[in-house]
């Protein structure tokens, strides 16, 4: 039987990019990758973190799935199951809860990789070390902090704990992942993703673990390459492998970094810098054209590019809820109350922006909303197995299911509406009205000009409100689900009128393409932080094929042994 590659999450979040690395199998079925050790420091992202590995075990076990499924509907919790015990046990050693960057946290992480990696074979290091201080976000909140030295903020450096790894234990590929954010940010003077990448390049120099004077072997460096450009990758050619000083790439090289997730069949314009690091030794056998031909991903057909209608429009209708008072007559009197109020105050009041055709249609929609309201709705969806009323068949409606029983439907987690307040109510009405009718979303007080819709802010029509509300338009992948989405709803408001919501978790989740099977641990708002913070894990599957891709050709290049056959689903 031959042995999965082993692989090494850090800061792994909820564990999107491992499970896309786990999802690939072999013509036989078996997984070619499997994640020893993952380690993330939040409470609620690690309990995810361990629910998914006991999921995975447990799948791969033979065993009925019912302890996984009767716990995410309200059922005993596997730890306490006689049944899987063992399983879960396993799992725990898998998801460790550390925070890097400490002596503790550091020393238990290397106490399990000295312990479970087996040194003598291939194995691949991922992971996105924390973007906080990278994000332009993040950087402008940095800026309002007085006394604030980014040389001093430990975030700018916690990619060194990765480093760390790389230098004591040389896996043969490492995937990094971060914000696009990193490109431009400073410490100082300088940039620090050059920095990066010349770290990333000779990490035990690096990392001072030999003595200056000694110099590093060059097949224990790295070459750092593209995934979204075969004629980019650090150092440039050959000849830099044996270089002790390899030429910088231009600012220009660096976007070349950046892979936008809605060219690789993801349903959302996710735009993140991915870096693939393949160990010298293995370059010098491939060569390193040759492996950033190979490592570059194949965009899709943007005529089949999937929308956000694709990946949620089979969930159940939800309704929002109340900020107070919340109850079903009460959100579907207040529905009919602002929509009559929005309908009027778009009758009286003209606007200098929007055609006055488009005004009628969109005062017909919101008279409609008034008059008939869904009354039907629920605020939460309750999982139930029921039969299904039709087979979907599109790759990424496949991905979705995920492991949900075929004989079963209205297995859904994790949806239910979060509560608003009235007035916000009203101000996503109208957004979802003017997205159905324009074909876009409003751009502030361009757009939303009803002085009823004006938030209480002293300078709203500054202009600096542009992006205040957005919906998630049906028919385009969806812009960046971000952590912002736990704070409030405003960025992320469904396209549909009649339910006048913001996204769900589940939502977030599918269009991140987590499949239906993956629970989300945690209240609410860490929910939606776990989600935001992930990498798409069909994205992650498609760079997993990639590095397996490599590690079978330097196997063929070695033994002339044929590749192995990857199922594609």
């Not at 869904?374 to 029921?386: A, M, N, V």
């Given at each position: 039987?031959?042995q999965?590659?082993?692989?090494v999450?850090?800061?792994?979040?909820?564990?999107?990019?491992?499970?896309g690395f786990?999802?690939?199998?072999?013509?036989?079925?078996d997984?070619?990758?499997k994640?020893?050790?993952?380690?993330?420091?939040?409470?609620?992202?690690?309990?995810?973190?361990?629910?998914?590995?006991?999921f995975?075990l447990?799948?791969?076990?033979?065993?009925?799935?019912?302890?996984y499924f009767?716990?995410?509907?309200?059922?005993?919790?596997?730890r306490?199951?006689e049944?899987v015990?063992?399983?879960?046990?396993?799992?725990?050693?898998?998801?460790l809860?550390?925070?890097?960057g400490?002596?503790?946290?550091n020393?238990?992480?290397?106490e399990?990789?000295?312990?479970?990696?087996d040194h003598?074979?291939?194995w691949v290091?991922?992971?996105?070390?924390p973007?906080?201080?990278?994000?332009?976000?993040?950087?402008v909140?940095?800026?309002?902090?007085?006394?604030?030295?980014p040389?001093?903020?430990?975030?700018?450096?916690?990619?060194?704990?990765?480093l760390?790894v790389?230098?004591k234990?040389s896996?043969?590929?490492?995937?990094?992942?971060?914000?696009k954010g990193?490109?431009t940010s400073?410490?100082g003077?300088?940039?620090?993703?050059?920095?990066?990448?010349?770290?990333?390049?000779?990490p035990?120099?690096?990392t001072?673990?030999?003595?200056?004077?000694?110099?590093?072997?060059?097949?224990?460096?790295?070459?750092?390459?593209?995934?979204?450009?075969?004629?980019?990758?650090?150092p440039?050619s050959?000849?830099?492998?044996?270089?002790?000083?390899?030429?910088?790439?231009?600012?220009?090289e660096?976007?070349?970094?950046?892979?936008?997730?809605e060219?690789?069949?993801?349903?959302?314009?996710?735009h993140?810098?991915?870096?693939v690091?393949?160990?010298?030794?293995l370059?010098?056998?491939?060569k390193?054209?040759?492996?950033?031909q190979?490592?570059?991903?194949?965009?899709?057909?943007?005529?089949?590019?999937?929308?956000?209608?694709?990946a949620?429009s089979?969930?159940p209708?939800?309704?929002?809820?109340?900020?107070?008072?919340?109850?079903?007559?009460a959100?579907?009197?207040t529905i009919?109350?602002?929509?009559e109020?929005v309908a009027h105050?778009?009758?009286?009041?003209p606007?200098?922006?929007?055609?006055k055709?488009?005004?009628?249609?969109m005062d017909?929609?919101?008279?409609?909303?008034?008059?008939?309201p869904?009354?039907s709705?629920?605020r939460?969806h309750?999982?139930?197995?029921?039969?299904?009323?039709r087979?979907?068949?599109?790759?990424l409606?496949i991905?979705?299911?995920?492991?949900?029983?075929?004989d079963?439907?209205?297995l859904?987690f994790?949806?239910?509406?979060?509560?608003?307040?009235?007035?916000?109510?009203a101000?996503?009405?109208?957004c979802?009205?003017?997205?159905?009718?324009?074909?876009r979303?409003?751009?502030?007080?361009?757009d939303?000009?009803l002085?009823y819709?004006?938030p209480?802010?002293?300078?709203?029509?500054s202009?600096?409100?542009?992006?205040?509300?957005?919906?998630?338009?049906?028919e385009q992948p969806?812009?960046t689900?971000?952590s912002?989405i736990?704070?409030?709803?405003h960025?992320?408001i469904?396209y549909?009128?009649y339910?006048?919501?913001?996204l769900t978790?589940?939502e977030?989740?599918r269009?991140?393409?987590f499949?239906?099977?993956y629970?989300f641990?945690?209240?609410?708002?860490?929910q939606?932080?776990?989600?935001?913070n992930?990498?798409?894990?069909?994205l992650?599957r498609?760079?997993a094929i990639?590095?397996l891709?490599?590690?079978?050709?330097?196997?063929e290049?070695n033994s002339h042994q044929?590749?192995?056959?990857?199922l594609e689903?």
């Amino acid at each position: 039987m031959k042995q999965p590659i082993q692989v090494v999450d850090l800061f792994a979040g909820p564990g999107g990019l491992g499970e896309g690395f786990s999802s690939v199998r072999m013509a036989d079925g078996d997984r070619v990758f499997k994640t020893l050790v993952s380690v993330e420091k939040e409470a609620s992202a690690h309990r995810t973190l361990t629910l998914r590995a006991f999921f995975r075990l447990l799948l791969d076990s033979g065993k009925d799935l019912d302890p996984y499924f009767e716990y995410l509907q309200g059922g005993e919790h596997p730890r306490n199951r006689e049944d899987v015990h063992d399983l879960w046990l396993e799992a725990e050693q898998e998801a460790l809860r550390l925070e890097l960057g400490g002596e503790a946290g550091n020393n238990a992480l290397d106490e399990r990789l000295q312990k479970g990696l087996d040194h003598q074979r291939d194995w691949v290091l991922i992971g996105g070390p924390p973007c906080q201080a990278y994000s332009v976000v993040g950087r402008v909140r940095n800026r309002g902090k007085k006394d604030y030295r980014p040389e001093e903020d430990k975030r700018h450096f916690l990619y060194r704990e990765y480093l760390d790894v790389i230098a004591k234990h040389s896996p043969a590929v490492f995937v990094m992942e971060n914000v696009k954010g990193i490109l431009t940010s400073r410490v100082g003077k300088q940039r620090i993703f050059g920095q990066i990448l010349e770290d990333l390049h000779d990490p035990i120099a690096a990392t001072d673990r030999k003595a200056a004077a000694e110099a590093t072997d060059p097949e224990e460096r790295y070459t750092i390459f593209s995934l979204a450009d075969s004629g980019v990758y650090y150092p440039r050619s050959s000849d830099d492998l044996f270089s002790d000083a390899p030429e910088p790439l231009s600012e220009e090289e660096y976007l070349s970094f950046v892979v936008k997730a809605e060219d690789y069949g993801i349903p959302q314009t996710r735009h993140r810098v991915i870096l693939v690091g393949v160990r010298n030794d293995l370059v010098n056998r491939i060569k390193a054209p040759n492996l950033a031909q190979q490592l570059r991903m194949h965009r899709s057909d943007k005529k089949k590019q999937p929308t956000v209608k694709d990946a949620i429009s089979e969930l159940p209708d939800l309704r929002s809820g109340l900020s107070r008072g919340d109850s079903k007559e009460a959100w579907y009197s207040t529905i009919k109350r602002v929509a009559e109020r929005v309908a009027h105050e778009l009758r009286s009041q003209p606007s200098d922006h929007i055609e006055k055709s488009d005004l009628k249609r969109m005062d017909y929609l919101l008279r409609q909303v008034a008059t008939h309201p869904y009354e039907s709705l629920e605020r939460r969806h309750e999982p139930k197995s029921q039969p299904r009323a039709r087979v979907r068949g599109t790759d990424l409606e496949i991905w979705l299911k995920g492991a949900i029983p075929k004989d079963s439907w209205g297995l859904w987690f994790n949806h239910e509406a979060r509560g608003h307040m009235e007035e916000d109510l009203a101000r996503y009405l109208y957004c979802a009205v003017f997205a159905k009718i324009m074909k876009r979303s409003p751009i502030g007080t361009k757009d939303i000009h009803l002085d009823y819709l004006a938030p209480k802010h002293a300078n709203w029509k500054s202009g600096k409100f542009a992006d205040r509300f957005k919906v998630v338009l049906e028919e385009q992948p969806s812009k960046t689900i971000t952590s912002h989405i736990s704070k409030d709803g405003h960025y992320f408001i469904h396209y549909d009128p009649y339910q006048c919501r913001s996204l769900t978790v589940r939502e977030a989740a599918r269009l991140q393409t987590f499949p239906d099977d993956y629970y989300f641990e945690g209240n609410r708002t860490e929910q939606y932080v776990q989600v935001g913070n992930a990498v798409p894990p069909l994205l992650a599957r498609s760079i997993a094929i990639k590095v397996l891709e490599v590690l079978e050709r330097e196997k063929e290049e070695n033994s002339h042994q044929p590749h192995s056959t990857v199922l594609e689903a």
